[in-house]
């Protein structure tokens, strides 16, 4: 697998030779669909609580008599029917949302993603991406002389000019190879990666 290579015009300058594992692997909709679900349900907190019928602070008093009013029956005002009453199935504080997924399948899907990037253009290949001053300026002009705009940029090492520089932008992310999740290589419309990036990538997931 080829991945092309950009220069600080945007323009392809040349091709490097790259792992077909990690960047030329089928596109596997379902996996990718399992991978994406797994790390947004293991991402809940799970923090969310909800009353049950004998946590309502309502008096426990019958509301009216059982016959004679030409009204249903009622026993008490936190009954789940009645507005403001209880919860039949609440829902718990320490309820638990995590998905299992192996470590090959997460590979696999992450490998999936970022071969359907290169097949459709959106991954690109920069020898490296520095700032000499942590100014969002600096960020924003360059990305825009490169025609991008929705980008997220990995690099080998973070270098803290750049992190710093593209905290303000809000449509670019810069991450570590580790910290490129798969949520991030979906929704971003472009991914950067740099020379010594992607054989970081193709050391963990090739």
Not at 42 to 61: L, V, W
Request: hydrophobic share 40%.
């Amino acid at each position: 697998m080829e991945l092309k290579v950009i220069n600080e015009n945007g323009k392809p300058t040349a091709k490097i030779a790259a792992s077909d594992t990690a960047f030329g692997r089928e596109y596997n909709e379902a996996l990718v669909h399992q991978v994406l679900a797994a790390f947004l349900a293991n991402a809940r907190q799970g923090t969310r609580a909800q009353k049950a019928r004998g946590e309502i602070n309502k008096s426990n008093k019958k509301p009216w008599r059982q016959k004679g009013t030409g009204r249903a029956r009622a026993g008490r005002a936190s009954s789940p029917l009645w507005r403001g009453g209880g919860r039949i199935f609440p829902n718990l504080p320490d309820e638990n949302f995590s998905h299992k997924l192996n470590r090959k399948m997460y590979r696999a899907g992450v490998c999936s993603i970022l071969s359907q990037l290169a097949r459709e253009d959106r991954l690109a290949v920069v020898e490296k991406f520095t700032l000499d001053a942590p100014k969002t300026k600096l960020l924003a002009q360059k990305l825009m002389g490169m025609g991008l705009e929705d980008v997220l940029i990995i690099t080998d090492n973070l270098d803290e000019n750049l992190r710093l520089s593209s905290r303000n932008l809000p449509n670019v992310n810069v991450v570590t190879v580790g910290e490129a999740d798969p949520i991030a290589l979906v929704r971003h419309a472009t991914v950067l990666v740099t020379k010594s990036a992607v054989v970081k990538i193709e050391e963990i997931f090739a």
